[in-house]
């Protein structure tokens, strides 16, 4: 289990993360009505420094909206978002580099299965920046669970509940063996995998499936997209055949939790000869210097939190 840090904040407190509590009949427990974010703040000479701040909070307020969730929006601006995260932040003496996971809850208690005008509560906590995956090359398995698609549970909503689409993936990869999961759509296109965006390349192109591929639009893997745009890789957002990862080159995962890893195997084939390729190994670099505040070229991804 991930280190929990002690100080959180919930319902306008800062209090100790375990007095923090949700009612068992709220929307939030009874349904999984709750949307969230996670992101990373780096310890770094100058400060706390959070990663593209501004994108996680309107990512969250999109969220919200796109599930129906409309109490949260007309009170949080950003800059009072931003305030709340750097009071966590400070009450938590950080000394290594953390992440930060904010979630909006309904918790109004058994209004049914609705969401509009229900009362809602945002909790920050913070926990140790554990990556999720094999950071020196994972195993995949195309998964025998399917993404759930956007005309049932909109993937590109970050809907706690929609997250047991996940859970079944992940348990299914570790029962068999594997360190993750490849999630197909339900057209057998490439998705992503249980909480992470995937990248491949094919023939010198850095290919990742469009935003209609029933994924979460990753914060990181817009990241991916602006370095390679920067660094002329040529690159690609288009649909993905699964059969198009046994032949790719290279092929790595990235988010929040996973940093960039690369793939070393999926369904029994090895990628390449297993070891990170090129692209991704530039692409990774590029991206721990940006997160440690050392590239001078991404500083305006980071926000100081005083
Ligand atoms: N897909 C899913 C399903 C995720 O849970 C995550 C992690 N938030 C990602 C992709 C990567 O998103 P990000 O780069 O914003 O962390």
Known sequence: MAKLYDQAYFKDKIIPITDAKLSIASSAVLYGLSVYTVFPVSIIKAGAMAFRLPDHYRRLVNSARIIGIDTFEPN?????????????????????????????????????????????????????????????GMRLKTSVWRRIPDYAIPSRAK?????????LAKQDALDSGYDDCIFLDTHGHVCELSAANIFIVSRGVLITPDTSSDLLEGINRQTILEFAHDLNIPFQTRTI????????????ACGTSSFISHVKEVDA??????????????????????????????????TLLS
């Open 76 to 136: 949080w601006t950003y800059e009072k978002f931003l305030k709340i995260v750097e009071e966590v932040v400070k009450a938590n003496n950080l000394t290594e580099n953390v992440f930060v996971r904010a979630t909006i809850h309904v918790d109004e208690l058994v209004p049914g299965t609705r969401s509009r005008g229900l009362s809602t509560a945002l909790s920050i906590f913070i926990y140790e920046a554990t990556p999720i995956v094999p950071q020196d």
């Open 159 to 167: 809907v706690n509940g929609a997250y047991v689409n996940s859970v």
């Open 241 to 252: 055949d699964l059969t198009e990862l046994y032949t790719a080159e290279e092929i790595f």
């Open 269 to 302: 084939r090895i990628i390449g000869d297993g070891k990170i390729g090129p692209i991704t190994k530039t692409l990774r670099e590029k991206h721990e210097k940006t997160l440690n505040g050392t590239s001078t070229t991404y500083q305006n991804h980071l």
